[in-house]
């Protein structure tokens, strides 16, 4: 197997893509969960994404970060330690879940919601392009969820190992996604909780719908 260990989870708000995403880390043989919680929750603003949705204890200092990771979830708010440099947070978060990964046997994985909003166009913070480049050695795993893929960094978009798609409508998306075998028309005409999933490693294509 090659080293690329990066999926993205691509779709429009409400189709799915967030249950895939939450369902996947509660089911998955997992033995760390580094989830970055920069998002606010669209049910209740005044918390964050994972924090909310999982019933999490947001971890801001060095001792929820610890103790979070004794746990197995580790539900990182970066407006604590790094409030108004949230890029700088970014580089923290992947470079610690990097290295704690490197004494955690079994598979963990990094999630990061809309990571486009934390990296400039032209590059990504080297500690992420390492866990792009190499995460599969440590059996470090990341998942990004997006309503926008076009919008995602080269540098993550050459590193993607499996892509799934939910609705999708904008032109943008659409092209992006065409450039991974996806048919834009089929992708646009996608009804909620269906997706379509492309290993582009091996080819494999599967194409479902969530039951909720």
Known sequence: MGQRN??????LSGTGKSTLGIRYLLNADLSVRFLFDAESSERDPSRNEFEHRLSLPAAGTQYELALGLCQGWVAFDPSVLFAGRIDDAL???????WEKSATIP??????IDELWKYCKPQS?????????????KRGLHLLVNTQEPNRLNSSVL????????FKLQSTPALECVEKYGFNPDEVREL???ECIARNLDSGG???GKLEV
């Open 91 to 97: 580089a923290f978060f992947c470079e610690w879940a």
């Open 205 to 207: 294509e599967l194409r």
């Open 6 to 11: 990066v999926t993205i989870n691509a779709g």
């Open 158 to 165: 050459n590193g993607v190992s499996e892509m799934i798609c």
């Open 124 to 136: 990504i913070p080297v500690e992420l392009a390492t866990i792009v480049q190499s995460g599969r």
């Open 191 to 193: 009804q909620q909780f």
């Open 106 to 111: 079994g598979n963990k994985v990094l999630v």
